[in-house]
């Protein structure tokens, strides 16, 4: 089996501001454009980037929009015209119910999967959004790729069930306040250390009422290093996915492996 070539990918860390979906895709536009010049073939937006994290319930379920609606499609556009892929965070209205999701868009604008968060984190997500029901995963130009929303990563067993799954990139659109920069700067390159696998974490900046965002987005490799870190201001991250690089990690340290053969408990 050939492997498949490096490939590059982008985080974009958007300022958080109270806008309506057409401005926010006319930055996302804008974040793709610059992403593809670096040669990116994958965005990953923030958690919730077309309604805004805050403002839950209301707000939130009133710019819900079902995952083939006129949001969804004009991001399809964006994707097919600049030639990358894009996971893009929203709140999908189906089945009578809203949920936290992550719309994957191909290069071509098809869809490659959407992803409903699977752990909704205190009252007011638990409040707005539906549960979503399974993981969720994708192949771009050979690699596979799993999708995790902020709260989701934070559980190992979620990261190790997508990385034996075949995984060898985790993207997680997220809403990261500032009380916890522990997440960021510690549990997320952990992830990636500990599955052998690089992480792309897309968080806001600035803030919104009620929740001041910590911004650090950040890319990172398998052997648990910052392969690019953002502040709290709007930036756009780059960074390659290494093939050889997962293949080494996992060699040196064969978590993977081994944790087939520990005993489970009753």
């Not at 804008?30 to 994958?42: F, K, M, Q, V």
């Not at 034996?164 to 997220?174: E, I, Y």
């Amino acid at each position: 089996m050939t492997e498949p070539a490096p490939l590059t990918i982008a985080v974009f860390q958007c300022a958080a501001r109270d806008e309506p979906a057409t401005a926010r895709l006319e930055r996302l536009d804008a974040a793709a454009a610059r992403a593809a010049a670096a040669g990116a073939r994958l965005l990953v937006t923030p958690e919730a980037y077309l309604s805004g994290y805050g403002g839950m319930p209301d707000t939130v379920q009133a710019r819900a929009e079902p995952a083939d609606g006129p949001s969804a499609r004009r991001a399809a556009e964006i994707a097919r015209r600049h030639g990358l892929a894009i996971v893009l965070g929203y709140p999908e209205a189906a089945e009578g119910v809203v949920y936290n999701a992550a719309l994957c868009l191909g290069p071509d604008g098809s869809v490659l999967a959407n992803h409903r968060k699977l752990g909704l984190s205190g009252a007011a997500e638990q409040a707005t959004y539906a549960r979503g029901g399974a993981p969720t995963g994708f192949e771009l130009d050979g690699h596979r790729i799993a999708v995790l929303i902020c709260y989701d990563l934070e559980f190992p067993e979620l990261a190790r069930s997508a990385a034996l799954a075949g995984a060898t990139v985790l993207v997680a659109p997220t809403a990261l306040v500032e009380r916890w920069p522990l997440v960021a700067h510690k549990m997320i390159p952990t992830r990636a250390f500990e599955n052998g696998t690089y992480v792309a974490y897309a968080n806001w900046a600035g803030s919104e009422p009620g929740y001041r965002y910590l911004g650090a987005s950040c890319i990172a490799g398998p052997t648990g290093e910052d392969l690019a870190r953002a502040g709290d201001d709007e930036a756009l991250l780059t960074a390659v996915v290494d093939p050889d690089a997962i293949t080494a990690a996992r060699a040196t340290l064969p978590y993977l492996q081994d944790c087939r053969t520990l005993p489970t408990g009753s």
